[in-house]
Nanobody, 121 residues
Framework: VQLVESGGGLVQAGDSLNLSCAFS????????VAWFRRTPGKEREFIAGISRGGGNTHYANSVKGRFTISRDNNKKMVSLQMNSLKPEDTAVYFC???????????????WGPGTQVTVSS
């Protein structure tokens, strides 16, 4: 399993970004996928997760109502639409694949290299 994130960049507060996570390898539908983020000196923070079939989604309180996770099993892709971005959303964003959606990194066996998101005030 390989994951590659894309779509990060530098934006202003209030702007939007759409991150993508491309999956390659084994059966995509066998994996739940989540997005985490990390800032210097902090642990990885769970942001959003989506179940194997896409019917269940979970969000951290810090992004609920602003971020939306979705998946396209035909394209083997997971997206994270981020709206109303804030400077505190600045981080490296990672996608991760595992058996079920969980908020702890240890539940995920595969990780992408990450993409930087910077939100200026």
């Amino acid at each position: 399993v390989q994951l590659v994130e894309s779509g990060g960049g530098l934006v202003q507060a209030g702007d939007s970004l759409n991150l993508s996570c491309a999956f390659s390898g084994r059966i995509f539908q066998a994996y739940a996928v989540a997005w985490f983020r990390r800032t210097p000196g902090k642990e990885r923070e769970f942001i959003a997760g989506i179940s194997r079939g896409g019917g269940n989604t979970h969000y951290a309180n810090s992004v609920k109502g602003r971020f939306t996770i979705s998946r396209d099993n035909n394209k083997k892709m997971v997206s994270l639409q981020m709206n109303s971005l804030k400077p505190e959303d600045t981080a490296v964003y990672f996608c991760a694949a595992g058996g079920v959606v969980a908020s702890t990194p240890q539940h995920y066996s595969s990780w992408g290299p990450g993409t930087q998101v910077t939100v200026s005030s």
